[in-house]
């Protein structure tokens, strides 16, 4: 789905599920197959695979966020209405690299298929008591789960201002890294750091006059990078992807959705170690998708099978 927030900040419709269409086709669905989508949103591609596999399947949707998964519990429950030929569906409040264990609990030992759709949906950008947007004044919190320990208030009031520039230049490609550390360093000796507004002040004010009105919010990099550290956003991806290896059967697939270089990269590496890869190149969107949800223009789709265990 995308999160409803282009990098220059427009609105758009906020169930778009992102390269649906590719999606289903690489995860090659059929009935009676049990899926995993470990980050099942709004239900957007949920409610398409449980169609698919249809009332011998099983899909088992996992997300962080307690808020989006009441709204895919009443979306599938929705959907299984109008159409009553899907497969059984069971959500769980849980992190995906907890996959394993939301299989158990379904009373299962493996899936056939594993769909992650990494990043935050417009569910949680939209809502600025999240405060995951530079868009709204709000907490700075940013965890995905609300209930996880650490917000990005605490975060930054602990990190060290060198941890700080590395976050904002590696997971953000923050150019004004070191500048952005030092005032953030500077101003929590004088005051905390605890509303969205008063971070973007102050990256505003370290960035340089001449960069300050580009094509994206000054602010874009250093939130996402915040973001994804708050989350352990990498960690997570890492986690799941060798956990995927012993709980997605042999021959079975898994789809990874992600919308920065550096998961990309994790998703890539992996595949060409661990599994047959399918996508040699990432799948992107078309013009037409793009046209219609800006936030497909840094989707990329790859899909790996993970290998028959040779006798
Ligand atoms: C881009 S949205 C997914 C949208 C979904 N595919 C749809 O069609 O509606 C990403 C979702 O993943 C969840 N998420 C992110 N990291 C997660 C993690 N480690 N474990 C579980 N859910 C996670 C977020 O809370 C968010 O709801």
Not at 62 to 80: F, G, S
Not at 122 to 130: G, N, T, V
Not at 173 to 184: L, P, V
Not at 277 to 302: G, H
């Amino acid at each position: 789905m995308g999160d409803g927030s282009g990098a220059d900040g427009t609105r758009h419709p906020v169930h778009v599920p992102v390269l649906l269409h590719e999606t289903l086709q690489l995860l090659s669905l059929q009935p009676g197959l049990v899926v995993v989508d470990g980050t099942v949103g709004a239900g957007g591609h949920a409610m398409a695979i449980a169609r698919a596999i249809g009332p011998g399947g099983l899909l088992v949707g996992l997300d962080r966020d307690t808020e989006i998964l009441a709204c895919a519990r009443a979306a599938l429950a929705k959907a299984a209405e109008d159409a009553p030929a899907q497969a059984r569906v069971s959500l769980h409040h849980s992190s995906f690299s907890n996959v394993q264990e939301a299989l158990h609990a379904c009373g299962q030992a493996a899936c056939d298929r594993l769909l992650l759709d990494l990043g935050v949906s417009s569910l949680q950008l939209d809502r600025a008591e999240r405060g995951f947007s530079f868009m709204a004044d709000g907490p700075l919190d940013m965890r995905m789960d609300p209930h996880g320990p650490l917000d990005a208030a605490s975060w930054l009031a602990e990190v060290s201002e060198v941890e700080l520039a590395r976050v904002l230049f590696e997971y953000g490609d923050e150019r004004f890294s070191r500048r952005i550390a030092r005032s953030i360093v500077y101003a929590r000796e004088r005051a905390p750091i605890v509303r969205t507004g008063q971070l973007v002040e102050l990256i505003v004010r370290a960035t340089p006059g001449h960069a300050r009105h580009g094509r994206i919010h000054p602010a874009t990099r250093s939130f996402q990078a915040i973001r994804m550290a708050v989350n352990d956003e990498l960690g997570e991806l890492r986690r799941t992807l060798v956990s995927a290896l012993e709980c997605v059967r042999p021959g079975g697939r898994i789809c990874v959705i992600s919308f920065h270089s550096a998961e990309d990269r994790i998703v890539k590496y992996f595949f060409r170690e661990h599994c047959e890869v399918v996508t040699r190149k990432p799948v992107i969107a078309t013009e037409t998708e793009t046209d219609q949800n800006p936030r497909a223009r840094s989707a990329k789709l790859r899909c790996g099978i993970v290998k028959e265990i040779a006798a």
